[in-house]
């Protein structure tokens, strides 16, 4: 598997392991940073890469960028420019995962605004292998964060801490992953994806209210639900005893692409296997993001 070579600090390639942040930024001592992954898949052909729903990822980087008071912006051009150097300099020959994090580099007080510098690194991912067998998930003891406390909407770094608790406590009890609940005690998402569920045939998701991530992933689930199938997700409030009771469940987010959920808090969901529906997506979603079928041109921009 090929390894990155170098890395983009503000516009500049650097080697890999010589990339540096002063320990006072207020990145590290603030956590005042939002992020960004994305991927960019080889074309069918293997002579090219495409970046998936770049513009949207920019978007809600720029969002989280506004909500955090930085001063300034990066304008979508100049990040894809950036990426399609960083992507080409690596000589990757396959997949590439790609993070991207804007900061506050500087040193000052907690509510200091810039400087603003971004980092960029592009890198291998394996796809997971339990993407062909199904995870099981225990409902967490920590809550999910609340909009009025830290926006989980936007990709920020201090979220992921909450995250971090979470999957700690996943593995210790046994679990190949989390799912979080609301203050109200009503279904979020995992640690690092949403969750989607079927009962009785129609697909789920929590609603946006539900103190989840503004998924760019979800909406591309959304979206093409509808169009394979002429109906429409329901997007709602989901109680934790509903989880016990779907026939199909599974995760989807940038990194995790969509991985099945076989079993919650160790009861099977379903009869414990991939469900039709999470099987249809999933290879529908594989097709659209490599370009093996036409529909959605614009969610895939070729460098």
Same mark, same amino acid.
């Given at each position: 598997m090929w390894q990155p070579k170098l890395i983009m600090m503000n516009g500049e390639l650097v080697p890999f392991?010589?990339?540096?942040?002063?320990?006072?930024?207020?990145?590290?001592?603030?956590?005042a940073t939002v992020f960004e992954g994305l991927r960019a898949y080889q074309t069918p052909d293997n002579e090219q890469?495409?970046?998936?729903?770049?513009?949207?990822?920019?978007?809600?980087?720029?969002?989280?960028?506004?909500?955090?008071?930085?001063d300034g912006t990066y304008e979508t051009d100049y990040l894809r420019d950036c990426l399609t150097r960083l992507i080409y300099a690596n000589?990757?020959?396959?997949?590439?995962?790609?993070?991207?994090?804007?900061?506050?580099?500087?040193?000052?007080?907690m509510s200091t605004t810039g400087p603003v510098g971004f980092t960029a690194a592009a890198m291998p991912r394996t796809r997971p292998k339990l993407g062909d067998t199904g995870l099981s998930l225990g409902v967490s003891s920590w809550q999910r964060l609340s909009d009025n406390a830290c926006p989980p909407r936007i990709k920020s770094t201090a979220n992921y801490l909450n995250a971090r608790l979470v999957s700690h406590q996943a593995k210790a009890d046994g679990y190949d992953g989390a799912l979080m609940l609301t203050p109200q005690g009503k279904v979020s998402e995992a640690p690092i994806a949403? @969750?989607?569920? %079927? #009962?009785?045939?129609?697909?789920?998701? $929590?609603?946006?209210?539900?103190?989840?991530?503004?998924?760019?992933?979800?909406?591309?689930?959304?979206?093409?639900?509808?169009?394979?199938?002429?109906?429409?997700?329901?997007?709602r409030i989901v109680d934790r005893s509903e989880l016990y009771l779907a026939d199909e469940a599974f995760l989807c987010g940038t990194g995790q692409e969509i991985l099945p959920v076989t079993s919650i808090d160790r009861l099977p969901v379903g009869n414990g296997?991939?469900?039709?529906?999470?099987?249809?997506?999933?290879?529908?979603? @594989?097709?659209? %993001? #490599?370009?093996?079928?036409?529909?959605? $041109?614009?969610?895939r921009t070729l460098i």
């Amino acid at each position: 598997m090929w390894q990155p070579k170098l890395i983009m600090m503000n516009g500049e390639l650097v080697p890999f392991d010589e990339a540096g942040l002063h320990p006072l930024s207020l990145a590290v001592t603030y956590a005042a940073t939002v992020f960004e992954g994305l991927r960019a898949y080889q074309t069918p052909d293997n002579e090219q890469f495409s970046l998936f729903r770049l513009a949207e990822h920019i978007r809600r980087l720029q969002a989280g960028m506004k909500l955090l008071r930085f001063d300034g912006t990066y304008e979508t051009d100049y990040l894809r420019d950036c990426l399609t150097r960083l992507i080409y300099a690596n000589e990757p020959d396959g997949d590439v995962y790609i993070r991207l994090l804007v900061y506050i580099e500087g040193a000052g007080l907690m509510s200091t605004t810039g400087p603003v510098g971004f980092t960029a690194a592009a890198m291998p991912r394996t796809r997971p292998k339990l993407g062909d067998t199904g995870l099981s998930l225990g409902v967490s003891s920590w809550q999910r964060l609340s909009d009025n406390a830290c926006p989980p909407r936007i990709k920020s770094t201090a979220n992921y801490l909450n995250a971090r608790l979470v999957s700690h406590q996943a593995k210790a009890d046994g679990y190949d992953g989390a799912l979080m609940l609301t203050p109200q005690g009503k279904v979020s998402e995992a640690p690092i994806a949403c @969750f989607f569920m %079927v #009962r009785d045939g129609q697909l789920i998701t $929590p609603d946006r209210s539900s103190n989840i991530l503004e998924s760019i992933t979800r909406d591309t689930i959304l979206t093409r639900y509808r169009e394979l199938t002429g109906s429409r997700v329901e997007e709602r409030i989901v109680d934790r005893s509903e989880l016990y009771l779907a026939d199909e469940a599974f995760l989807c987010g940038t990194g995790q692409e969509i991985l099945p959920v076989t079993s919650i808090d160790r009861l099977p969901v379903g009869n414990g296997t991939i469900g039709p529906i999470t099987e249809q997506l999933r290879q529908d979603y @594989f097709a659209i %993001v #490599r370009g093996s079928v036409p529909d959605h $041109p614009e969610w895939r921009t070729l460098i």
